[in-house]
């Protein structure tokens, strides 16, 4: 019987420098709220997308996605 490859995992970091709060959402709905000056590493699967959503009032529902990226296109960590 042959297996499918299986996904490989990696590590990836990111700082928020600009925004007053960033959350970075997952594929599989898990996310990572980062304030700014924070920065964080993070496992993630090779080929996984996430994006960064600014998030200006916490209080408000305005969220705005910065951008969508594969997990690779993050800086290492």
């Known amino acids: 019987m042959i297996r499918p490859p299986s996904a490989k995992r990696t590590r990836r ?3 928020n420098t600009k925004y007053p709060l ?3 959402r997952f594929e599989d709905g898990h996310e990572i709220a980062l304030k700014k000056g924070e920065s964080k590493a993070f496992d993630a699967f090779i080929g ?3 994006k960064v959503v600014a998030v200006w009032d916490p209080a408000a529902a305005d969220r705005e996605v910065i ?3 594969k997990a690779e296109q993050f800086e290492e960590a």
Do not use: F
Request: aromatic share 8%; proline share 0%; no cysteine.
């Open 48 to 50: 996984e997308t996430i």
């Open 13 to 15: 970091g990111y700082a």
């Open 67 to 69: 951008s969508v990226l």
């Open 22 to 24: 960033v959350v970075l």
